[in-house]
């Protein structure tokens, strides 16, 4: 399990490579020390992680809406079922973000808040901030839910997994 696929740590490191030896911009975490560039590898990668659900946050409460709409007129459901089914269908459901327009979406955002986190004094303070607050929120998930994924899902390996959700009774794919 883990939180980013493969494509995703190379493209990083490419657009990383590509501001520090092209822009001369500094990395957004130290080198020098193998426990500090762990520490900032790590908070990065939470940064990443924040700011990724963050882009994608808008998209999935319109899909959301879209998909509560369509069940309360196509099934009947009441107004807080019908809202549970798009929540599920819509919110939940992160298969949207490998295909389409929302995947192209998806990667120009992690190619450019990898550019924003290289920004001179404004990528420090982005990074940090954020990468704090995507901890928070990781440390929260895994808590609640038991795994790291909510907008941003965790790659197994190409194996299909559950969705995590408790409603048995409702079939999430269409």
């Not at 959301?64 to 009947?76: C, D, I, N, S």
């Not at 704090?132 to 609640?144: F, K, P, S």
């Not at 790291?148 to 409702?170: I, K, R």
Request: net charge positive; charged share 15%.
């Amino acid at each position: 399990m883990m939180l980013v696929d493969a494509r995703t740590c190379i493209a990083v490191a490419l657009t990383l490579a590509l501001t520090y030896t092209g822009l001369g911009r500094p990395l957004p975490f130290a080198t020098d020390a193998p426990i500090a560039f762990a520490a900032g590898l790590l908070v990065f990668a939470a940064y990443l992680y924040l700011f990724r659900t963050l882009v994608r946050l808008p998209f999935a409460l319109v899909i959301t809406a879209q998909r509560a709409r369509y069940a309360y007129r196509k099934y009947g459901l009441d107004r807080r079922e019908s809202l549970r089914d798009g929540f599920v269908r819509g919110f939940l459901d992160t298969r949207r973000w490998t295909v389409g327009p929302l995947a192209l979406i998806d990667r120009l955002a992690v190619i450019g808040l990898t550019v924003l986190a290289t920004l001179p004094g404004l990528g420090l303070l982005l990074v940090r901030l954020g990468g704090m607050v995507g901890i928070a929120l990781l440390i929260m998930l895994y808590l609640l839910r038991g795994r790291f994924a909510l907008l941003v899902d965790e790659h197994t390996n190409g194996v299909l997994t559950q969705q995590g959700t408790s409603l048995p009774f409702l079939r999430t794919h269409d």
